[in-house]
């Protein structure tokens, strides 16, 4: 039988050294460890190994990481706030 360690949102983010709010952001956002729902509760679960994993893929060798993450479709990094003149004016 498989011995595995499931956590909640506070104890694996004490596990990896970040704060819950940032998991659960990264949650909500679509990036982070894999997580698992509980059916018909509002309870989330993350696997110790999936965490270390995750960890993994986010070393930096090298100065570049590993694995580059990708937001949306293109693979630029999203934008935040109002666009530039230049911006609208192409749109």
Known sequence: ML??????T???????GLSAS???????????????????????????????????SMKVCGGRPQQSPKVGGSGTPRRRGRPTKAEAVTR
């Not at 011995?3 to 909640?8: A, E, F, Q």
């Not at 104890?11 to 990896?16: C, G, S, T």
């Open 3 to 8: 011995n595995r360690r499931y956590l909640d």
């Open 10 to 16: 506070r104890e694996a983010a004490a596990y990896m």
């Open 22 to 56: 940032w998991l659960a952001h990264a949650r909500m956002r679509g990036e982070g460890p894999a997580w698992i729902p509980v059916a018909g509760t509002r309870i989330i679960k993350y696997e110790a190994s999936d965490l270390d994993d995750w960890m993994v």
